[in-house]
C-alpha cells in the first residue's frame, strides 16, 4: 500500500472501537471545526454580513488548506489527510500558515469586523505554537484546535460554550485509540490550543 492510499477509515478486521475512533477523528478533524468556529462567530455575532466574512475566512484557514494536503495525498507526498509524519507536518504547516496570512491580509485590507480578524490572528498564533513544538514532538493538532474553537467561541458567544469541552478528551482518546499520537501529546495539544488561541482571541478582539 503507498502514502498515497492509506485509508482514512481501519482496516478490514478493525474492532468497533478503533472504527469508532477513526469516526470520531475524521468528524471532528481541524478543517470541520474550523468551520462551525467560522460560521457561529461570524454568523451571530455579525449577522449575514459576518457570514460574507465567514466565507472568506473559510476558504483561506480550511478550503484552502485542506485542497493542499489532498493534493499532497494523492501523490504520495503525504502520508494520510490529516497527515500522521512529524516531518511532513513541517511542510504542511507553513504552507497553511501562509494561505491563513493571506485570508489575514486580505480581510483586513477589505475592511473586516475587528473581532473576525482577531479569530483569523488567534488560528495563526495557536498554528505557530503547534509548529514551533512539532519540530521537535507530534503533538495533536485535533485537540489544539478544538480547545482553540471552544475557548473563542466561550469569549465570543458566552460561557455556556464551555459545555462543548468534553469533545476534547473524546478527540484525544480517539488519537490515542487509531495510535495517532500518545495521551501525553493529545493532552500538551489541548493545553496549547486554549491557551494560544483563548489568550489571542480575548486580547485582539
Known amino acids: 500500500m503507498t502514502l498515497a492510499t492509506r485509508p482514512t477509515t481501519p482496516p478490514t478486521g478493525a474492532t468497533p472501537r478503533q472504527r469508532t ?10 478543517k470541520n471545526v474550523t468551520l462551525v468556529l467560522i460560521a457561529l462567530i461570524g454568523g451571530i455575532n455579525h449577522g449575514l454580513p459576518g457570514l460574507g466574512w465567514a466565507l472568506i475566512a473559510a ?9 493542499f494536503i489532498t493534493h499532497g495525498v494523492r501523490r504520495g507526498r503525504w502520508s494520510d489527510r490529516h497527515v500522521g509524519k ?12 501562509a494561505s491563513v496570512v493571506s485570508g489575514l491580509l ?10 473576525m480578524t482577531a479569530m483569523v490572528l488567534a488560528m495563526l498564533t495557536t498554528l505557530s505554537a503547534v509548529l514551533a ?29 464551555l459545555m462543548a469541552c468534553p469533545l476534547v478528551p473524546l478527540i484525544g482518546w480517539s488519537r490515542v485509540t487509531l495510535d495517532d499520537h ?11 490550543g486554549a491557551l494560544t488561541a483563548g489568550a489571542a482571541f480575548a486580547v485582539l478582539r
Open 86 to 97: 512529524r516531518k511532513q507536518r513541517l511542510t504542511v504547516i507553513p504552507w497553511v500558515m
Open 133 to 161: 513544538i512539532t519540530a521537535a514532538w507530534k503533538i495533536s493538532a485535533h485537540t489544539a484546535v478544538s480547545s482553540g474553537a471552544i475557548a473563542m467561541l466561550a469569549t465570543a458567544l458566552g460561557p455556556w460554550w
Open 21 to 30: 475512533a477513526q469516526r470520531i477523528t475524521d468528524i471532528l478533524e481541524p
Open 59 to 67: 476558504l483561506f484557514c480550511a478550503v484552502i488548506p485542506v485542497l
Open 182 to 192: 500518545t495521551t501525553a501529546q493529545t493532552v500538551v495539544g489541548a493545553l496549547v
Open 106 to 115: 486580505l480581510m483586513v485590507l477589505a475592511g473586516s469586523p475587528r473581532e
